[in-house]
């Protein structure tokens, strides 16, 4: 089983990492883009094959550990493997 | 498993030539299986073996008086009194930084501080000379972004401060930058660790990162030229974690204080390999691995890939059979992966055995041995004439203002502030700072932990005199870093070198690379300043077109006081300006010859560089230090690019005091400002202090005139310019914030 | 006095506030392995800036989750004066012993400088030795200082005094500002700047003697 995990920072808090994307963007020709967020993806692998468990488990490390929920949000992905 | 054949193409692929191929069968008796040829070509590549250089490396004094360790370690160790040792090295890591700047010079310092660790000094202190193509080259300012970025990642995060350096901009770096960096060690001059791996049957450790595929091939990357295919090398740049670098250096000094090291030695270029030999022929043993013992990042490594592989942050030690158990528990409770991977032998062959195969058997002795020790010839390159001083290159008779020619000059790139650069390194990390970048002095000056004793370190070359003059510059650039460090009033005691040139295949590279040898061995004698650990960086050129030859310098010396130092800052209003030294107004391959007359701009240099009289240089700089330690001076700056000019701003810079200075008749004043002569110190000496300074210096026969006086917010040269202080420091300050901005 | 420096993996500036606070209390400090359980008695903790865990994931993160970091937590609870520098605020906003979070800098660079700071309350334990609004110069030293918390928290900060050191020219983005701050019990400091840089007329300054002889002061 694996977890992909996207944290990024909370709207509202300031991003100067996603501001700087956007505007180099925009410097190199691609003026659609009107904002950029950056964050980040974890991913775990997982030795189980209780998918509710694994959620249940990512979550508790998500509050634990892999996102300060001062400043960022999370989201989980459980996907099953062959 | 595949058996590979050994084909010609595959032999030309190593960077081995025939003969050397047929040396290694003949020393075989057969021919080598692929994981002998991976090694034979690593170990007599040029990076590893020295190949163009090693026989005019020998040419150079390497013993002094406080000399313990000389060039043939992983550092040079000299004596800094009270039982204590400075252990210090310099390296280029030039070709993997314009690939992957960040990591490349990343893994340069990471790199570094691992030479000077392995022999049992925690480092005090990093350095790094820089030197980036034009600015108006399109790469230039990701490159330098890039290179800086990951100097301080690096640094920053392993705690060690990054005290100084230099760092240059010149079109002929454009497709070839060169990062060097240098690491300064604090040990017991007693526990000086030796990577020579004495005695039979002793176990060998690994210790540090897992093993990956990182940067195989990279010490033949190093010794290749780029051509328009580098950006495919990009696979081969390894990845610097400054993390555990940190837990490796408190690992080391934990398990250094105790007596299991019998030697140990850091896995650097050709990783495995080359320091597995290494330890083993210094110590006269063979040693015997097995390779599945080695820590691994990925799966399914080849015995070839795991002894090629760049995989950074790593030791190899032998440890005394029955200490095993503290070297485990040590490196353990620092979280480190450690494995007992191989023993000693009395066979003299380096033996590894993969899945219960033996997958290389080689005796070790011809891989130092056998090492191509090639004569490359060399063209002696001409003499050019001397730029004499005549109307013709008067400012006033071609119509410049003094004014304009202050401000090309300070904010000309390799003068201008390097601010934007030094506040991204931590420079004060382990209290015992005293100075560095930021006072803008001529060395930068850390205290021994504890004491009231520091040790003063600097970096210098000057490009454009070397390749106007391979052995004059050569000279020179030892000779700057003396003057830099008696600057500070530091005894200068020894230097580390890194000699950074172009393809050693072609006549004239070889020439420039032998003559400044001859000149650095030169100043070297003169001056009582041995070499004590250096490096090669060669086929630095792309497409056929070399760098200029840059042999950079690192010197290091000895305050023994830290209440009798100087700086270039503590003049007071009212303190005399003093010139000391010899000033004829040289100006050929000066900065001003370059910029303002243009002779930059031709292919080749045209003029002479100043040359240095060493005698001249020892007996200032040795009147310099009496100074200091008498408190005769507030204030001291050696003169380099720019002249007596450069050096009276850069003081007022420092000082936040204007100056007033009047010429000499015997000298043009544009000679008089911007000359470039050698062996000269500006100091600011008070009132009472003028007339013995000044007399005292005659009698020694040191030139010494009376030519200002500091104070005031103007900087004023009678006859040709009288600027604003505040407004020529923020031109200085403001070059490079702006070129760097989005 | 007795005080504690806690050492975590590559907590790089550990013996530099060992040295400080040697010299200006006149003991030795303990230092503390980070897989300690329990803290020795000791009257004032130390947690020191440097880079723990390489910076990875976040700064200060995985220190924070350190099993001496729970017995902080709970000695602070009962009084123990606790102070952060650098990465050890971060660690302290981490462990929830500090509001707010410190993100990257503003400019995206890692700054070193002597930084002009304000010092904004000095009716603290930490600040006792300080001048009402005394200007200082403290060193700075980080790539992550850029002091964060919801408009909520900063009302609190500002209005229960909990703000203690300000930027002058603030080099980060800090929001109000804010070099450094308190828990509302004023037992536990967190601020970005070095004070252990600061206390060696060779260091360049000797601003953040005063804030060591707050705490030996108030400990007394």
Same mark, same amino acid.
């Given at each position: 089983?694996?977890?992909?995990? *996207?944290? !990024? ?7 100067? /990492? &996603?501001? @700087? #994307?956007?505007?180099? %963007?925009? *410097?190199? !020709? ?7 967020? /950056? &964050?980040? @993806? #974890?991913?775990?692998? %997982? ?36 | ?742 | ?220």
């Amino acid at each position: 089983m694996k977890a992909i995990i *996207h944290i !990024g920072l909370k709207p509202g808090v300031l991003d100067p /990492q &996603g501001r @700087t #994307i956007a505007r180099s %963007l925009a *410097h190199m !020709g691609f003026d659609s883009v009107t904002n950029a967020r /950056q &964050g980040k @993806t #974890i991913e775990l692998n %997982l030795d189980t094959e209780d998918a509710e468990k694994a959620q249940l488990d990512v979550e508790k490390m998500c509050k634990q550990l892999l996102a300060n929920t001062v400043i960022e949000d999370y989201q989980i992905e459980i996907v099953e493997q062959d | 498993m595949i058996k590979i054949v050994i084909t010609p193409e595959l032999i030309a692929e190593h960077g081995l030539s025939e003969a050397e191929y047929e040396i290694i069968c003949t020393r075989l008796g057969r021919t080598p299986n692929i994981n002998e040829l991976g090694i034979f070509s690593v170990m007599w590549s040029e990076h590893c073996s020295y190949k163009s250089s090693r026989r005019h490396l020998k040419k150079m004094l390497t013993k002094g008086d406080r000399v313990i360790q000389g060039p043939g370690e992983n550092a040079g160790v000299i004596d800094i009194d009270d039982g204590d040792a400075i252990i210090f090295k310099m390296e280029s890591h030039n070709h993997p930084s314009y690939i992957e700047p960040y990591q490349g010079a990343a893994t340069g310092v990471g790199g570094i501080m691992r030479d000077v660790f392995t022999m049992g000094a925690r480092p005090i202190a990093n350095l790094n000379a820089l030197r980036f193509g034009d600015p108006s080259h399109p790469k230039t300012k990701s490159l330098v972004a890039g290179v800086v970025h990951g100097i301080g990642g690096y640094g920053n995060c392993v705690g060690v401060p990054t005290v100084g350096g230099e760092t240059n901009f010149h079109r002929g770096y454009n497709d070839n930058i060169l990062v060097n960096a240098m690491c300064v060690g604090l040990a017991k001059a007693d526990k000086v660790f030796y990577s020579a791996a004495e005695g039979v049957g002793n176990p060998i450790f690994y210790v540090g990162s897992k093993t990956g595929r990182d940067g195989i091939h990279g010490a033949t990357m190093a010794s290749a030229e780029f051509d328009d295919d580098s950006e495919q090398k990009r696979p081969t740049v390894q990845v610097g974690d400054p993390f555990t670098e940190k837990l490796l250096i408190e690992a080391c000094m934990e398990l250094m204080a105790t007596d299991a090291i019998i030697a140990i030695q850091d896995m650097g270029a050709a990783g495995l390999t080359s320091s597995s030999i290494e330890m083993a022929d210094k110590g006269g043993v063979g040693v015997k691995m097995n390779l599945d013992k080695v820590p691994q990042r990925e799966s399914n490594m080849t015995p070839y890939e795991m002894m090629l592989s760049e995989s950074q942050e790593r030791m190899l030690m032998v440890i005394q059979p029955g200490k095993e158990h503290i070297a485990i528990e040590i490196f353990e409770k620092w979280d480190l992966d450690v494995a007992e991977v191989g023993i000693t032998t009395d066979t003299g062959h380096l033996v590894l055995t993969h899945k219960g195969k033996t997958v290389c058997d080689i005796p070790i002795a011809p891989l130092g041995d056998d090492a191509p020790n090639l004569r490359r010839p060399y063209s002696k390159p001409k003499i050019l004439e001397t730029l004499n001083n005549d109307p013709v290159i008067d400012p006033i008779e071609r119509g410049t203002d003094y004014k304009d020619i202050i401000s090309i000059l300070i904010t000309s790139p390799d003068i201008a502030s390097k601010r934007w650069i030094w506040e991204q390194y931590d420079r004060s990390v382990m209290g015992d700072t005293v100075q560095c970048s930021n006072s803008g002095g001529d060395a930068a000056i850390v205290r021994i932990h504890g004491t009231n004793k520091a040790v003063a370190i600097t970096t210098d070359c000057t490009p454009r005199y070397v390749a106007a003059d391979a052995f004059e510059g050569g000279k020179q650039a030892v000779a700057e870093t003396y003057r830099n460090l008696c600057s500070v009033g530091a005894e200068p005691i020894a230097i580390t070198d890194c000699l950074n040139f172009g393809n050693p295949e072609r006549k004239d590279v070889m020439g420039q690379f032998v003559r400044s040898i001859e000149g650095i061995d030169a100043a070297c004698r003169a001056l009582d300043y041995p070499v004590v650990s250096g490096n090669v960086s060669l086929y630095n050129e792309t497409n056929g077109q070399a760098i200029p030859p840059t042999p950079c310098i690192g010197g290091v010396g000895l305050i023994k006081d830290l209440d009798r130092y100087a700086t270039l800052a503590g003049a007071k209003t009212g303190d005399h300006l003093v010139l000391l030294g010899n000033t004829d107004g040289w100006l050929g391959a000066s900065l001003y010859a370059h910029l303002i007359l243009g002779h930059d701009k031709s292919d080749a240099p045209i003029y002479a560089p100043p040359p240095v009289d060493l005698k001249a240089e020892k007996a200032v700089g040795t009147y310099i230090r009496r100074l200091i330690r008498d408190r005769r001076v507030n204030a001291v700056h050696d003169l380099s690019d720019g002249g007596l000019a450069l050096a009276a701003i850069e003081m007022a810079f420092a000082n936040r005091l204007g100056f007033e200075l009047k010429g000499s008749a015997d000298v043009p004043l544009y000679a008089w400002l911007f000359g470039e002569d050698q062996g000269r110190y500006l100091i600011a000496v008070e009132d009472n202090s003028l007339n013995p300074v000044i007399s005292t210096a005659r009698g020694l026969n040191i030139p010494a005139q009376r030519i200002g006086v500091v104070g005031g917010d103007r900087l004023i040269a009678t006859g040709a310019f009288d600027l604003s202080l505040h407004d020529t420091h923020m031109e200085y300050e403001n070059w490079l914030p702006n070129y760097m901005a989005d | 006095m007795q005080s504690a420096v806690i050492v975590f993996p590559a907590s790089n500036c550990d013996r530099d506030a060992a040295t400080a606070l040697e010299k200006i209390t006149g003991h030795k400090p303990l230092m503390v392995w980070h897989e300690e359980t329990t803290l020795p008695k000791v009257d004032f903790v130390v947690i020191p800036g440097g880079f723990s865990y390489g910076d990875y994931l976040r700064s200060g993160a995985i220190a924070a989750r350190s099993p001496i970091v729970r017995d902080i937590i709970k000695k602070a609870g009962n009084g123990l004066p606790v102070a952060g520098f650098c990465n050890g605020f971060q660690i302290l906003t981490e462990a929830g012993l500090l509001p707010g979070a410190l993100m990257r800098n503003k400019g995206l660079r890692f700054v070193c400088r002597p930084q002009k700071l304000q010092v904004v309350n000095k009716k603290t334990m930490f600040t006792s030795g300080y001048k009402d609004s005394e200007e200082i110069t403290i060193p700075i030293a980080h790539f992550d200082g850029n002091y964060y918390a919801d408009e909520d928290t900063l009302r609190k900060l500002r209005k229960s005094g909990q703000i203690l050191f300000k930027y002058i020219d603030n080099p980060n983005g800090s929001l109000n500002d804010i070099a450094g701050i308190c828990n509302k019990a004023g037992n536990v400091l967190g601020m970005m700047p070095h004070p252990e840089r600061a206390v060696d007329p060779l260091h360049g300054g000797t601003d953040g003697i005063a804030l060591f002889k707050s705490v030996l002061e108030a400990v007394r």
